[in-house]
């Protein structure tokens, strides 16, 4: 039986001031975006999905320690996952703590129709810094350009190339990474120098502006195949395009 391919999408935001609306807004958002999504479940210890009557209110509750537990849709068939965690400020950049939102979809077409629309509302909802979609797959070797080997530094697979760990970029407002999704807010499109007219045309032709002033851009039309050598291309020469991008205009 072939696995189900995974869309992951993760946004990274200021870490949260006690309950302050935000991980409702992400759901909310979520559930606007994707037409039938209903967010109304938790897993039980034993990972069976639970009804949450009272969906709202017990978030609300349960919105602590700089988080929000883990929340499904309850089908098992198609599973929509979404989390947020308080990422530690000793392994975030300039020590300060973050907001990590962390969602997981079936990659099939209802959810690559509605990519853009879900993860903006993500990022915008948790009024993230910045933020990726990729494919599980894709994800996984997009990992390996901070994975530490036991020889020490990393060693990233099909020519990407080696970024800094989280907790050594200069900014929070920098990307740590790219994927086939990009969520720049305005702060991080500035500190990254996009959008550049005459440099970005292509990829402003992938692109949208959201609310805050942010920018939602896509690599490639179909989502991210790192087999694809076109895709591949794509990747490298976007972060080529942006050194800022994972610390290396440090490294230079």
């Known amino acids: 039986m072939t696995q189900q391919k995974t869309l992951i999408i993760t946004v990274y935001a200021p870490a949260l001031a006690g309950n302050d609306g935000r991980p409702l807004s992400v759901i909310h958002g979520m559930e606007k975006a ?4 209903r967010l109304e479940w938790r897993l039980s210890t034993g990972g069976r999905p639970v009804a949450l009557p009272q969906r709202d209110e017990w978030l609300s509750k349960n919105t602590v320690d700089g ?5 499904c849709n309850g089908d098992i068939g198609f599973p929509v996952t979404v989390s947020g965690s308080e990422r530690d400020g000793l392994f975030s950049p300039g020590g300060h703590a973050q907001f990590q939102v962390h969602a997981e979809l079936p990659l099939e077409e209802p959810v690559i129709a509605a990519a853009t629309a879900i993860f903006e509302s993500m990022a915008e909802g948790a009024r993230a810094f910045w933020g990726r979609a990729a494919p599980d797959d894709a994800a996984a070797d997009i990992a390996h350009q ?8 990393p060693s990233p697979l099909r020519g990407l ?14 990307p740590y990474y790219l994927g086939w999704l990009n969520y720049w807010s305005e702060p991080a499109a500035k ?3 996009f959008p550049d007219p005459a440099r970005d045309a292509d990829l402003l032709s992938r692109s949208q502006r959201t609310a805050s002033g942010g920018w939602v851009v896509q690599l490639t039309d179909a989502p991210l195949d790192l087999d694809n050598p076109a895709h591949l291309d ?5 972060y080529e395009r ?5 610390g290396r ?3 230079r």
């Open 146 to 153: 901070t994975a530490p080997t036991l020889q020490g530094p």
């Open 161 to 174: 190339p080696a970024l800094k760990l989280f907790e050594d970029i200069r900014s929070p407002e920098i």
């Open 34 to 37: 994707l037409s039938g999504l």
């Open 249 to 251: 205009s440090d490294l």
């Open 234 to 238: 794509a990747l490298k020469q976007t």
């Open 242 to 246: 942006f050194p800022e991008i994972g």
């Open 191 to 193: 500190a990254i120098g």
């Open 67 to 71: 988080g929000f537990p883990l929340m």
